[in-house]
């Protein structure tokens, strides 16, 4: 016996030299949504946990619910939950603990499928009791008050069908009801009276440009017969703690949420900030105390999780969850039906297909990023200062701390910080805002230097460099003289085309002079690149690929000389192939020559100065593309509409030349592919 003692301790030393894992990771993954250009526009980034799985209300017995439809957190953050499939609304705790059931006993409060549910501050519950086509109230107590049917006066439809599915309920008692197929918009009721006083806050139709052309060229009889289309129907209200009713409409892809004031008027058209997900899926909204707000979205793919979070402005920062058919996991929904957030920030999610409500509560770190967010917001941006650095200690991703601290530097006055803060989260209008400062700033500390060094330049190249010129050109071997003879050329015809394009027609330039040409040119497209100031191209140069910027750069250039020089042969022109290169050549000097003054305008700069940078960028294209098409003109000796339409011609020949490469392109790697694919199956089989 001892024996088997000795080696069962032996054992069980060994299992506790390799410990078991546990993991504390959540059966979803959670991610930031960063809407900074960088480069990219929106990207999403994986990060830890905003919100973790807390625990789940699933009643037992009688308690059990059955196909919940719509949950209601209540002032006292009590949950209210239409249980659709018992006929009741049941009232659950703080904690999700069974209370009561409401609207289950007889008499005339007894409920129907109802499938919305809304409580007020003074404790009155407003209840979508769908199967009976009504809107059923009870009091604090339970008792049911009163009733409110279709309308039978007023200005009501008498053909319209009053089927309430959602409810809320303004301060001023006035009701906002989703009825179901409407798509006039919720019906609008006076509380004290019942009176329907219109519709509200009814979604637009969106027609397409075949619908535009019918209306144009159909009779009134065709169009008579043409299938009306109606707005979409409103699927879900909910109203903030300002009064603002959040509309949400399943189905389209435009408008799924919007902020309505008491006259209708959406909030989000006006702000700029709103981004809402590409999702069609989203089911309800719920909102918080620093009005931040939070989308339920059925929809599910690898970066659009179930639950976003939203600013006040309307912009997705961050998004989790998931959603399986048959969940394994807590935390894992199956079929999401309402959200509701309470004074604590515990997150509670109604599962239809489950029959259960799952709570998520907040992180720390969840905790620190959104509350500095929301001083960020409201524009106190010193009190955000302490959780924008213990954000910044536990992620380095998130581009809204840099934003943020960048605001509180530019408070105190720091402002190289700032715009180092600004710049690593790539907002170039907050860095234009603090490099107006530091330039003014500099200019005050350094303006007699700065005129000392530009009338020094100007002296320089006025005087010194002109005489060394014409020093050198004299000692200047033959080879090297013709080389800039004909860069003399290509400046004069910047400003003369006709005479300059005439100069070098026929004419075999130095294939040195024109290696130099596109060796200059690339070192102005790398320096456009990587050069221009970050305020008007603010990117992060490390994802720049020279070699497709290159060569996307190059490719209509090449595809100029040979569809010109193609169109042209057809057409009789004059020119060889060289001429049209070597015409080409010249065509692009200003892109040569304006880049370096353009650069240094984008250093300079500011936003609110950029019509200079964006104007002289406008006139070295137009430039270039008016020294093109004269260019063609004089190699080919054309009258000026026969270029007109030569130059059109070559235009077209262009886009049909990219269309083709991209489908040879297109069909090259599925040949490719299929032929990798079989590779791949016959070497498993062997």
């Known amino acids: 016996m001892a024996k088997y003692t000795r080696f069962i301790a032996v054992l069980l030393a060994a299992f506790f030299l390799f410990p078991g894992t546990s993991s504390a990771w959540q059966p979803y993954d959670t991610f930031f949504i960063s809407h900074g250009t960088g480069g990219a526009g929106t990207r999403t980034f994986w990060m830890q946990d905003v919100y973790t799985v807390s625990h789940t209300a699933v009643g037992q017995g009688d308690q059990a619910m059955k196909q919940p439809a719509d949950l209601f957190i209540a002032a006292d953050d009590h949950l209210y939950i239409a249980d659709k499939g018992n006929n009741r609304v049941i009232e659950l705790n703080r904690d999700g603990e069974w209370v009561r059931a409401i609207g289950d006993a007889e008499g005339s409060g007894v409920l129907k499928a109802p499938e919305g549910v809304f409580v007020r501050p003074s404790g009155d519950i407003y209840v979508a009791d769908t199967g009976n086509q009504r809107i059923a109230v009870f009091d604090k107590g339970g008792a049911f008050v009163r009733e409110y049917k279709k309308p039978e006066e007023g200005l009501m439809p008498a053909s319209y069908f009053f089927v309430p599915v959602k409810v809320a309920v303004d301060d001023r008692g006035v009701m906002y009801i989703v009825s179901k197929g409407s798509y006039q918009g919720m019906v609008r009721m006076r509380g004290d009276s019942g009176e329907f006083t219109g ?24 169009l008579a017969r043409e299938e009306l289309k109606r707005p979409a129907e409103i699927g879900n209200v909910t109203i903030d703690q300002d009064g603002y009713i959040f509309a949400t409409t399943t189905g389209v892809l435009n408008d799924q949420i919007r902020k309505l004031t008491a006259a209708g008027v959406n909030r989000f058209e006006s702000l700029k900030s709103a ?103 409201i524009g106190d941006y010193e009190k955000s200062e302490a959780n924008w650095n213990k954000v910044k200690s536990l992620n380095e991703i998130i581009s809204l701390t840099y934003v943020g601290l960048g605001e509180v530097a530019q408070k105190q006055e720091r402002t190289r910080d700032a715009m180092a ?75 003369h085309p006709y005479e300059g394009f005439y100069r070098i027609k026929g004419r075999k330039l130095s294939v040195f002079t024109m290696l130099l040409l596109l060796l200059l040119l690339l070192l102005a497209k790398m320096a456009a690149l990587y050069w221009t100031g970050f305020i008007f191209r603010p990117v992060d140069l490390s994802r720049i690929r020279l070699w497709p910027e290159l060569i996307g750069f190059l490719a209509p250039i090449l595809a100029w000389v040979v569809a010109n020089y193609l169109v042209s042969t057809v057409k009789d022109g004059e020119g060889r192939f060289r001429d049209v290169v070597q015409a080409s050549l010249f065509a692009v000097v200003p892109y040569i020559t304006l880049t370096m003054p353009i650069l240094l305008l984008s250093n300079i700069l500011v936003l609110e100065e950029g019509i200079l940078y964006s104007s002289l960028h406008t006139v070295m294209w137009l430039w270039i593309g008016a020294l093109f098409i004269i260019s063609s003109q004089v190699i080919h000796n054309f009258d000026f509409v026969e270029n007109i339409a030569n130059s059109t011609i070559t235009v077209v020949t262009i886009g049909i030349l990219f269309l083709f490469i991209s489908l040879t392109t297109g069909l090259s790697y599925n040949l490719y592919d299929f032929f990798y694919q079989l590779y791949k199956e016959v070497t498993v089989l062997a």
Do not use: C
């Open 199 to 222: 519709f509200f806050g009814s979604n637009k139709t969106s027609g397409t440009w075949m619908d535009r052309l019918k209306r144009q060229i159909f009779t009134e009889e065709q």
């Open 275 to 377: 981004r809402f997900a590409a999702s069609d899926q989203m089911v309800d909204v719920a909102t918080d105390k620093r009005h931040f707000f939070y989308v339920l979205d059925r929809k599910e793919n690898r970066y659009d999780a179930m639950i976003s979070i939203y600013s006040p402005g309307g912009t997705q920062l961050f998004s989790f969850g998931k959603s399986r058919k048959v969940p394994q996991q807590r935390g894992v929904l199956s079929y999401p039906a309402s959200i509701g957030i309470d004074s604590g920030n515990r997150l509670w999610v109604l599962d239809s297909d489950q029959s259960l409500a799952q709570a998520y509560d907040r992180t720390e770190f969840g905790d620190a990023v959104l509350t500095a967010a929301a001083d960020y917001y």
């Open 421 to 495: 803060y600004f710049k690593m989260s790539y907002d170039n209008q907050g860095y234009s805002e603090a490099f107006w400062t530091y330039r003014l700033e500099w200019i005050q500390q350094n303006f007699a230097y700065a005129a000392g060094v530009i009338v020094a330049l100007w002296l320089l190249f006025r005087y010194g460099l002109r005489m060394l010129a014409r020093r050198s050109t004299r000692r200047m071997p033959e080879h090297l003289a013709r080389v800039v003879g004909e860069l003399k050329d290509a400046w004069y015809t910047l400003f």
